[in-house]
């Protein structure tokens, strides 16, 4: 019976996680515009060299060709003549001429001296000032100027250059609204076709997600550069805002903000407050060309000829960057022509208003299934069947992004269902892991910490017997260890062990094994439980492999504590066997004591391969099934010995290296020459066995170098008694 206060607590999360949706605090809307920000970036828009809009660049290179800027209101009005010259369709600055032109050359000459002066003002005198040039040449082609809306300033207004046409809810009472604005020239303004303006609304990280097509200067609504771009190349001469409540855009008598706005025959789907989300692409060299390109005649016709033509600057020191969700930084001027083909190529990318309703439902419904299911089907199956989920509406999401152009969040209604999810597992388990807590109190002191938590997870093992798994066997003992032991005392001795048996342990445990236990200085471990382990012959030989390491690398270590304490030096080697087959593992003992452990045959054939390495003169000996498991290492033969305790002879092997050496020439060569000394001793040959013994003695690697001595005997043997 599910407990009261599962349900209470899997309640209070559910009801949190759907406040927090429909709070929708500023975290949440962060945490969403990154998911959405990654949706772009896994699918942006492409760019179509085709579009109907290019940015002429006042970059670094004009301004190292042309001057720093501001340039010359004259540079500017040949900079129009040019592109009309080219065929371009309308031309807009994104830059706001709001004070006279300081270089015009009526301006410079009052900066003269006195005495020089009033020559230079007289030679001037008719002449047509830069900005009236630049107003003529505005006049030449359908032109718009760009202005700033301000929080402070003196109240303004802009020349009437369009229509507004508002259905349903009045548009200003959902636009940004502010109360001033930097306007053009007024010679200027009343040249241009088209006046907009140059805000941009960034988020709180300030990444530019959305710009705004409408906003509010005091009691008007005016358009952004984009929009206004957008309707001068037309021809149009009104904007058409669809709000809330108007025909065909029911909102229940709710005034829930504007719809869509329509510039010509394209027509912008935006959010409440009038603005675009744009469907960013990567940022394209293709878009951009060169002010200096214009203004010298080089730049091809076809790539202006009949475009919307922005003109604004990616220059590093003018500062003109924003960030998008594509890229850290770009010229203002390209989100301005992004944000035009965004609306030209029928892209609607909106959040619809529907969309945190329906992420209320999604959580509801998700968060109420996991806690029905918890109760009645395991954690993991619950849990499985609640990421398929969340899974399917992340894909579902990502779809309606790149299908519909429709944001939908499935964060807050998977987080929420995750939540449910783990308060109820929870809930649902606490007395579970009170039992859990009881068996590692009662058994910790008896078994490993791995052991500890198997039998937690499943108290049923505490039976005596066990199950049998294929496992590897390592047994490791030290040589002549009671010699070594009489020349210390007890505190010597256990120091020593202590410096010894600990990075052996280490050793083991990095590699995967289980320490079974230390039989005075031997060590017992093996390997395939109590955790699976499909190599486990493989890591228990490159485990032997790393314990012979080890132990050369404590041997120089004592040698060098040695001679600074003025002792004799005795070096330590170890003996290692191994051994791969079936035992029963678990817990074996009695009823008052209980140890994880393992029996079988193979576990004595390892503690006798262990002993064979002294009569054999190497440090890690292994059994064929060991061997046959663990393909791909560098094995070597050594020898079929009938071991102590066994009626059967056994095929033993050296390691002489791990896979890197196994794979290299050095490896296949001594491989060759191994063979045939195995070869010459099958066949009696003990003279060419000495020859071979003698060669690899001197030529293998160290660690065989005492077993090939022992071949050289044993065949120098052979042919001493074959002489006699």
């Not at 509406?393 to 964060?411: E, K, N, Q, V």
Request: charged share 20%; net charge negative; aromatic share 6%.
């Amino acid at each position: 019976m599910t407990s009261r206060l599962y349900w209470i607590s899997t309640g209070a999360v559910l009801a949190a996680g759907l406040g927090l949706i429909l709070a929708d605090p500023s975290p949440l809307v962060d945490v969403r515009n990154g998911l959405f920000d990654l949706y772009q970036r896994a699918a942006p828009r492409p760019y179509d060299p085709e579009a109907p809009v290019k940015v002429v660049d006042i970059d670094d290179a004009s301004l190292a060709r042309d001057g720093q800027w501001p340039w010359p209101r004259a540079k500017l009005a040949a900079l129009v003549e040019r592109l009309a010259e080219k065929g371009a369709a309308a031309v807009a600055f994104d830059v706001t001429f709001s004070e006279p032109d300081r270089l015009d050359p009526a301006t410079l000459a009052e900066l003269l001296p006195a005495e020089v002066r009033a020559s230079v003002v007289g030679a001037l005198a008719g002449q047509e000032s830069s900005d009236a040039l630049f107003a003529r040449a505005l006049g030449t082609l359908p032109s718009v100027l760009g202005a700033v809306l301000t929080g402070s300033g003196t109240e303004a207004a802009l020349p009437a250059k369009w229509g507004i046409a508002a259905a349903g809810d009045d548009p200003l009472a959902f636009l940004p609204r502010f109360p001033a604005v930097v306007a053009p020239l007024p010679a200027l303004a009343q040249a241009a076709a088209g006046i907009g303006v140059l805000n941009w609304l960034p988020d709180r990280d300030q990444v530019v997600r959305r710009v705004p097509l409408l906003l509010g200067l005091g009691n008007e609504v005016v358009p952004s550069l984009a929009a206004e771009a957008l309707r001068v190349a037309q021809g149009a001469s009104t904007y058409v805002v669809l709000s809330s409540n108007a025909s065909g855009e029911q909102a229940f008598g709710a005034s829930t903000g504007i719809v869509a706005v329509k510039i010509g025959a394209v027509e912008a789907r935006t959010d409440a407050q009038g603005e675009v989300r744009v469907r960013f692409s990567p940022s394209d060299p293709r878009r951009f060309v060169p002010a200096h390109a214009v203004l010298d005649g080089t730049a091809d016709r076809a790539a202006l000829e009949g475009r919307i033509i922005l003109v604004g600057t990616s220059a590093a020191g003018l500062k003109d960057t924003r960030a998008t969700p594509l890229d850290a930084a770009v010229a203002g001027v390209e989100i301005q022509a992004q944000l035009i083909e965004h609306l030209v190529a029928g892209a609607n990318l909106v959040r619809p208003d529907w969309a945190r309703g329906a992420e209320l439902v999604l959580a509801a419904a998700l968060g109420l299934l996991l806690a029905l299911a918890l109760p009645r089907v395991p954690p993991l199956v619950a849990g499985l069947g609640g990421l398929a989920l969340v899974a399917g509406l992340g894909a579902a999401s990502f779809l309606a992004f790149t299908r519909l152009d429709l944001l939908i969040d499935p964060l807050a209604p998977g987080a929420t269902a995750l939540a449910v999810y783990l308060v109820g597992v929870f809930a649902l388990y606490r007395e579970e892991q009170r039992q859990k807590k009881w068996v590692r109190s009662v058994f910790g002191r008896f078994v490993s910490p791995n052991v500890v938590s198997k039998l937690a997870a499943d108290p049923s093992r505490l039976v005596l017997g066990g199950e049998t798994r294929q496992i590897t066997i390592l047994f490791c003992d030290l040589r002549d260890f009671t010699t070594l032991s009489e020349t210390m005392d007890a505190q010597a001795l256990t120091r020593f062990m202590h410096a010894y048996l600990t990075p052996m342990t280490e050793v083991v445990l990095a590699h995967g094994g289980t320490i079974d236990k230390y039989i005075g200085d031997a060590i017992m471990a093996f390997w395939n439980a109590p955790l699976d382990d499909p190599h486990h012959a493989r890591n228990a030989t490159l485990c032997a492999l790393a314990m012979s390491a080890r132990l050369d690398a404590l041997n120089v270590e004592w040698r060098v504590q040695a001679e600074r304490e003025g002792r004799p030096y005795h070096p330590v080697r170890c003996g290692i066997g191994l051994a791969t087959g079936p035992c029963c593992v678990g817990n074996l003992g009695s009823d008052q004591r209980l140890e994880y452990s393992c029996l079988g045959d193979d576990v004595n054939l390892a503690s006798r391969i262990e002993g064979a390495t002294k009569g054999l003169r190497t440090d890690i000996l292994v059994s064929q099934a060991t061997r046959d498991a663990a393909p791909g290492l560098a094995f070597l033969e050594a020898d079929e010995l009938t071991l102590k305790g066994k009626t059967k002879a056994s095929r033993l092997h050296l390691v002489a290296g791990d896979a890197a050496f196994a794979g290299s020439p050095g490896f296949e060569a001594l491989a060759r020459r191994h063979g045939a000394l195995v070869d010459a001793l099958d066949r009696g040959d003990a003279g060419q066995a000495r020859l071979l013994a003698d060669d690899l003695r001197q030529t293998a690697p160290a660690r065989l170098t005492r077993f090939y001595g022992l071949c050289l005997e044993r065949a120098a043997a052979t042919v001493a008694a074959a002489q006699d």
